[in-house]
């Protein structure tokens, strides 16, 4: 379960701004020698998405790769929908979500066991705290706040930062100790401490997460009348803040609210036809003090609404286990945002996982008249590469073999969907010179 919420994409945030070093609490105040620039401190354990790298010193950033060595001041950032692992040396790992800038430092002191050092202006930031490898946490303002495991086991924690230098820290398993300005408060799990001032409050409780109980898992909907959801009711949570996408990464929200019941009617003009969809659900205490997402569900809807009838149809076939074959990702009229360059898109669509299928992307719905992309796919995704900025449609035709002749393709789709690649203004960047340590 822990590992599962530590995978939570966090797509509703704004940029968060992380600069993370190795440091040691105890002793870099008493040396005044340079960090070492050449030594690895960390490395890129995992990437989803669009991941780029920049090497210290250097202005060029350039695709990360999976298990590169990380360096002092070396720098990585993610995309929208995008996430990285950072493991470092000395203990510890950090996700860095979507739409983050981070970058990485060595303790001055080449002898120091420890901490991370993590410069949060804004967002959230996921960790584990592991035995002898506590993490700090600098805000806004400069004030630290410091975490270390609590026993012989690994804690995953969050963090959360308000412009105001007000930082939250929530422990999501197991136990551990956070310490500012001479103050120790110990928490559990589903409990949280907030730095404010400088100041450490005392614990407060935050909901555990909420188990969903309809519709079942991967079940099939009909559009001819409101989409129910309900979870399990969650103790001490007054709201609960409900989330429905096209993608298991939660890039793009399709809706949000937050219910003070624990249930929700989601109208059918919120919802295509013939969409997978995933949801999930955290609950909200009186404090306004957020839990974490549990395990998301998938369910699908049909192909009617109620102003077509209400008769749900699986005219097209039923390919995958019920599901009708139809465009899933990206969702018609998304927009996908790059700094800088465009890079990689995914594509995915309903049908056989052994399928053959052409994807087509032009600058006409007629998917005839400019046509930019081609891909002959065996499965049911692809990623094209390559494509400008601007508008376009797509669409994907099961390729059907013939004895005799060439293959007869048959769209999966009732209209193309549409397309926007943008791009996205890089965030700001406030990354300390030097971090200085009392002594």
């Not at 551990?176 to 450490?200: F, R, Y």
């Not at 003070?260 to 003090?289: C, M």
């Not at 009838?309 to 699986?314: F, N, V, W, Y």
Request: with cysteine; proline share 8%.
């Amino acid at each position: 379960m822990i590992s599962a919420l530590l995978s939570a994409t966090l797509t509703r945030l704004a940029v968060p701004l992380l600069a993370v070093a190795l440091a040691g609490c105890s002793s870099c105040g008493n040396t005044k020698k340079p960090p070492p620039a050449g030594k690895t401190i960390a490395t890129l354990a995992a990437t989803s998405g669009e991941v780029s790298h920049r090497p210290a010193a250097s202005l060029t950033w350039s695709a990360a790769k999976k298990r590169m060595a990380l360096r002092h001041r070396d720098a990585l950032r993610t995309g929208s929908g995008s996430s990285a692992d950072v493991q470092f040396v000395k203990g510890g790992t950090l996700k860095i979500a979507a739409l983050s800038l981070v970058v990485i430092e060595a303790p001055s002191d080449p002898s120091a066991k420890a901490p991370l050092i993590a410069t949060l202006k804004r967002g959230t930031l996921r960790g584990v705290a592991r035995p002898g490898a506590p993490l700090r946490i600098v805000g806004a303002d400069g004030k630290q706040v410091e975490i270390k495991a609590d026993g012989d086991k690994p804690v995953p924690f969050r963090a959360r930062a308000s412009g105001s230098g007000k930082i939250e820290v929530a422990v999501l398993g197991g136990k551990a100790k956070v310490a500012s300005g001479g103050v120790t408060v110990p928490l559990v799990k589903n409990q949280a401490v907030e730095l404010s001032g400088g100041k450490l409050s005392q614990p407060i409780r935050i909901p555990g997460y909420p188990s969903l109980t309809t519709p079942a898992i991967d079940a099939k909907v009909s559009l001819a009348q409101p989409l129910e959801l309900e979870w399990s009711a969650v103790e001490g949570a007054a709201r609960y803040h409900v989330q429905i996408s096209t993608a298991t990464s939660f890039d793009p929200i399709v809706l949000a609210r937050r219910p003070r019941a624990n249930k929700l009617s989601v109208p059918t003009r919120k919802l295509e036809p013939n969409t997978l969809y995933v949801w999930r659900v955290a609950g909200i205490s009186t404090t306004g003090h957020e839990g974490e997402f549990g395990f998301a569900r998938r369910f699908s809807t049909l192909a009617a609404r109620a102003s077509d009838g209400g008769a749900a149809s699986d005219a097209g076939g039923s390919d995958d286990g019920g599901l009708p074959s139809r465009l899933l990702f990206p969702p018609d009229n998304a927009t996908v945002r790059f700094i800088g360059r465009p890079k990689a898109v995914s594509f995915r669509w309903a049908g056989k996982k052994r399928g053959r299928y052409l994807l087509v992307i032009a600058l006409k719905p007629d998917l005839k008249t400019g046509v930019v992309g081609k891909a002959n796919i065996v499965g049911r995704e692809t990623i094209m590469r390559n494509l400008r900025f601007g508008s376009y449609y797509w669409g994907v035709y099961r390729v059907i073999k013939r004895r005799r002749g060439e293959p007869r393709l048959e769209p999966i789709f009732a209209q193309p969907q549409r397309l926007k690649i943008s791009r996205r203004k890089p965030p700001a960047v406030a990354v300390p010179k030097t971090i200085k340590w009392k002594k």
